[in-house]
């Protein structure tokens, strides 16, 4: 498992450079590879690349990235009171894309950041309709739809 989620992950750094500067997709890729380390020493090896190892996959890369997406808008909302260096809003798109949008929204209302910025508000819900897009898409292409 360890080396299938590592490939997937990492191989998403190299293929997409803002990633690489993207620090919550580190911190996210950090905690499903220990979450798949931890599954594979304690409890079961997987096939690399079997059926269980990537529902797996879906589960803690779901989890992880919502998550991630959570703390990120929390920084970002204390970095704002203090008058500190800002995360970018595309990086926080960029995680919401990757499946972190739930994440998001939670952090919007808990927070109450990000939440009267118009111009924000229809990027994040471009980004959503965007990830629902490639979803149909891929679903499309396995022949489920």
Known sequence: MVITYSIILLGL?????????????????????????YIETH?????????????LF?????????????????????????????????DLHTLEFLGGWSGALLAQKFFRHKTKKKSFRTDFYLVILAEFAV?????????FI
């Open 58 to 90: 879906l589960v803690f890369q779901l989890i992880s990235i919502n998550l991630v997406t959570f703390i990120a808008y929390g920084v970002d909302k204390r970095a704002a009171q203090k008058g500190e260096w800002r995360i970018p809003e595309a």
């Open 135 to 143: 979803i149909a898409l891929i679903l499309h292409f396995l022949g």
């Open 43 to 55: 409890w079961f090896r997987a096939s690399v690349f079997g059926s269980k190892t990537l529902l």
């Open 13 to 37: 750094l190299v293929l997409f450079k803002p990633l690489q500067r993207n620090r919550f997709y580190m911190l996210h890729t950090a905690l499903v590879i220990g979450a798949a380390y």
